[in-house]
């Protein structure tokens, strides 16, 4: 059984960088797939990036494509959200998910409560 606690949500202005980290328990994350979600208010929850168990990198949805990076420690058992250039839209609550399955899916098995993370001036 896996934990999933997310870090490194806040506040930032328009154009600036976050990293959000996901520190896992309970398990190594070697044959998970792991990824980020995230969900505005009044929106449907949506896929930001994820890095299957399969696969030698990491995939991201078109909003986020190019700005977003997603890497993983194996050493410290966490995966990072490394976000720049982010803009208003980015908005919202951000979830670290896992599986044992393959990536992308819609559904995972593990989440994390989540970080908020709010683009302002």
């Known amino acids: 059984q896996l934990q999933l606690v997310e870090s490194g949500g806040g506040l930032v202005q328009p154009g600036g960088s976050l990293r959000l980290s996901c520190t896992i328990h309970?398990?190594?994350?070697?044959?998970?797939?792991v990824g980020w979600f995230r969900q505005a208010p009044g929106k449907e929850r949506e896929g930001v990036s994820c890095?299957?168990?399969?696969?030698?990198?990491?995939r991201y949805g078109p909003p986020v494509k190019g700005r977003f990076t997603l890497s993983k420690d194996h050493a410290k058992n966490e995966v990072y959200l490394q976000m720049n250039n982010l803009g208003p839209e980015d908005t919202g609550t951000y979830y670290c998910?896992?599986?044992?399955?393959?990536?992308?899916?819609?559904?995972?098995?593990?989440w994390g409560r989540g970080t908020q993370v709010t683009v302002s001036s």
């Open positions: 998910v896992a599986d044992s399955g393959t990536c992308p899916r819609i559904e995972y098995a593990y």
């Open positions: 309970g398990s190594s994350l070697a044959g998970y797939s």
């Open positions: 890095w299957s168990n399969r696969e030698a990198d990491a």
